[in-house]
Every structure is written in structure tokens, then in C-alpha cells.
């Protein structure tokens, strides 16, 4: 079954919380992407803090687009996410991040950057739960979605049958259908759903597009 989870990319805690209140509804887990300004140009909410402070059934994935992933990794633990995704392209220790948080029985993705192959980093992807590619540069809600990294995916999912892949980044009702075709499992959307005036039917319809795809 395909999942499609909205993301939530906000600079203050208000916005979090607003955000979240209005996701409730209509979703029962959320994506927050995590960005320090240095391993992508944007800046987020440090994340850990308000995911310990707020009361919410939600269930939350939290992408950490940050250089040194293990730098909070205390602070993380502690909190109610049970996903978490790292960056092939963060350079401070990663085993040992992937490894503490398996450890403490949560899941773990590994992301790539559209520039990135995934052969790069063959000895984390055998570490993780899922891989996660992103079809847009990240950082930033309403990036121009890239083909390319429809490719990308599908040689990896006919390489690795049985790994669940994540896509991040432009995905919309005409893109969904791509990359759930080169095997994507789990979908992240930001602008078309957090940005929508009907988020009910945003979700629907990426839903739908989906089921279409995995009948045709």
C-alpha cells in the first residue's frame, strides 16, 4: 500500500504548531523536515523541542537535512518520532547515528540528493529500513521537481526489490504516478498538500493518482 505523508518545513515553533493543528485531521502521520542552513541553504525550528512539547495523536518522520545528524541525537531519542532520515551527504558519523537509533528500536532511512547515486554508499543503504531520494533540491517547499531522479529510482528499486523507497519533492498528481511506476512506496508532499485549500482533497487526490498507478 502506498502512503502519502504532508511534510512540514516551518522557521518558529508557532508555525509548528499551526501547521500540525491543521494537519490532524486528515492525516495520522507527518513528515518534518529538520534543516540547519549548512548541509541545505534553509534554516528550520531545531525540531526536538517542540516535537517534546507538543500533544498531538499524530506520529511523526523527521528528515534531518543537517551536516552532523548525531550532534541532538540525545535530544532526539527522547522524543515521540519513530522515523528518522539522515543524509548519504552528512559527514558525521553516520554508522554510529544509524546505529544508535536502531538501538533504540526506531526506524531509519537513508537520503540521497539528486546528485547523489546510491552506490556511493552502499554499506549504510544495507543498514537502514528505507531509502529515500530527493526529486528536488531541498530545503525549500515548492522546488521544481527533476525526471531525472525517476531513473534513479527505478534502476535502484529493480537492483534492491525490497527495499521501501521514500520520494521527497515535488510531488504532485501529475508526478505521483512517475516515481510510484519506478517503485516508490511512501510519498512526501509539501506545497500540493500544505499549501492547498482543501487539504482533505489534496491527499485524495494524491491518493487516488497512486491507486491508479499500482491498478494500470
Known sequence: MIEVLPSILVKTPEEFESL???LEPYTDRVHLDIADGILVPNKTIDGYRELMEIDTRLKFDVHLMV???SEHLDEWLNTRADRYFVH???DHDLKNCIY???NHMKEVGLVFNPETEPDTAKELVDMVDYVQFM???PGFYGAKFLDE???KI???HSENPNYKIVVDGGITNETAPKVISAGASILISGSYVVNSPDIRKAIEELKFSS???AIG
Open 100 to 102: 544508535q537509533f536502531k
Open 135 to 137: 526529486a528536488v533540491h
Open 20 to 22: 500540525v493543528r491543521r
Open 149 to 151: 531522479v525517476v531513473g
Open 67 to 69: 551536516q552532523k545528524p
Open 211 to 213: 491507486k491508479s498507478e
Open 154 to 156: 527505478s534502476k535502484f
Open 88 to 90: 548519504a551527504e552528512a
